[in-house]
């Protein structure tokens, strides 16, 4: 097992941490970004410290990351690209999120696809994720989401 296959994923997750929790801190007005800015100095901390036990492998727990696992996730990864990018902005934050997610579910869901319960059961699970994201973001954190065409 190449060390490569622990260094550059664990790079690669501390890398966006270290740009989200710069994204964070930049942005006005700032009592807005005070829970992005705890969260993300938790997670580049915490990917820090996975970065630099994998570059001196200290721990190399598992085999990393393989080609088999990176097909699996590739879908996932597009999926959360394209939502990051663009359709949080251009659909709305809740829009998008429920789009991303409903997508998401169906990707990795291994119920069959040609069955209308378990389209049913997807919607009814993406409506109840929106309906606690909802909840946590505008009512108990009262946190800004992006406004954009929808909400």
């Known amino acids: 097992m190449s060390p490569a296959q622990h260094i550059i994923p664990t790079g690669i997750i501390f890398a966006t941490g270290v740009w989200i929790t710069w994204i964070s801190f930049t942005q006005e007005p700032a009592d807005s970004f005070l829970f992005p800015r705890l969260i993300s100095v938790v997670f580049v901390v ?21 080609k088999h696992m990176l097909v699996d996730i590739a879908p996932g990864l597009l999926v ?31 119920a069959p696809h040609n069955e209308i319960k378990t389209w049913i059961r997807r919607i009814v699970i993406t409506a109840g994720y929106l309906l606690v994201m909802y909840g946590v973001f505008a009512l108990l954190l009262k946190v800004f989401t992006p406004k954009e065409i929808l909400f």
């Open 80 to 110: 959360s690209v394209v939502y990051v990018f663009w359709a949080a902005k251009a659909l709305g934050f809740y829009t998008a999120t429920a789009l991303a997610f409903l997508t998401l579910l169906s990707l990795y869901d291994p």
């Open 46 to 66: 915490l990917a820090a410290w996975t970065f630099a036990r994998s570059v001196l492998r200290i721990a190399r727990v598992g085999e990393g990351v393989s």
